[in-house]
Structures are given as structure tokens and as C-alpha cells.
């Protein structure tokens, strides 16, 4: 079985043709994809089916949804059956150009919530200049 099949298959996914053409896309870039992106790579899947599978993948817990405050990236997730913190790495948003890079070793804190607060996801986002235009600026 194949890496993405084996994933859905745990997560208790239906492998479908279209599915693992989603995840395979999302797990061969390093880096949170937004829809348009995705939409981009998959030039002959519908729209509504990638938005579909996406919605599917959430429930499942197949993706991360991250948030960069301009767009809505999705990312595979390389957890077990259930999302835990621990599979969850810090996000960084450069506001020059605009790229949502993973920072895989970089942990997201863990926060203790007051009681009765249960959390669903977490989105840790640091925003800022990247290596790349932070170069630009002094060159
Ligand atoms: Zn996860
Ligand atoms: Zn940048
Ligand atoms: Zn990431």
C-alpha cells in the first residue's frame, strides 16, 4: 500500500481516486498549500471535489487547516489517528512575499486552558520577514 492509501485507510478514509490525488499533492510540497494552489496542481479535478475532499480530510483528521491571516492553508498531517500536539509545528508567515513556511523543529508551547475549555485545533503562526527578503533588504 502506498503512503497516502495507508493514511486514509488509518483515519478511516474511503481511498478514492480523487482523495489520494488530494493528499499525494499536499504530502509532495513542504509547505501548506491554499485552495488555489491546490486547484492549480489538479488542473482536471472540479473545484467543489477538492473543496469536498478538503472538508472530508478535516473531519477525518487527515489535514491541519492553517490559517495565515490571508489565506486558508492546508497541510497533511503526519499524526496517528488523531490529531495531538505533538504532531503540530510552529507556522511562519513572511509579509514580504507572502510564504507560509513550516518550521517542522520548532514546537508549538503547550498552553493550559482554564477548565471547562476543551481545544479542537491550534494554530500557531509566527508572522515577520523571511531569510530570503530579509537578504534582499540589505543587498
Ligand atoms: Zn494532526
Ligand atoms: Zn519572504
Ligand atoms: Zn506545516
Redesign the pocket.
Known amino acids: 500500500m502506498k503512503r497516502e492509501e495507508e493514511t486514509l485507510v488509518n483515519k478511516g478514509v474511503r481511498p478514492t481516486a480523487n482523495r489520494l490525488l488530494v493528499l499525494r499533492t499536499l504530502m509532495s510540497i513542504d509547505r501548506p498549500m491554499s485552495l488555489t494552489e491546490l486547484e492549480s496542481e489538479l488542473p482536471y479535478m472540479d473545484k467543489s471535489s477538492i473543496f469536498r475532499t478538503l472538508n472530508l480530510f478535516k473531519e477525518h483528521h487527515v489535514t491541519h487547516e492553517i490559517d495565515d491571516g490571508a489565506t486558508i492553508r492546508y497541510e497533511a498531517c503526519h499524526g496517528e489517528k488523531r490529531c495531538n500536539i505533538s504532531d503540530m509545528h510552529t507556522h511562519f508567515h513572511?509579509?514580504?512575499?507572502?510564504?507560509t513556511t513550516c518550521l517542522h523543529d520548532v514546537k508549538i508551547p503547550i498552553v493550559q486552558l482554564p477548565e471547562g475549555y476543551e481545544s479542537q485545533s491550534i494554530n500557531y503562526m509566527i508572522k515577520g520577514?523571511?531569510?530570503?527578503?530579509?537578504k534582499k533588504q540589505i543587498g
Request: proline share 8%.
Open positions: 513572511c509579509e514580504i512575499c507572502q510564504e520577514i523571511c531569510p530570503k527578503c530579509a
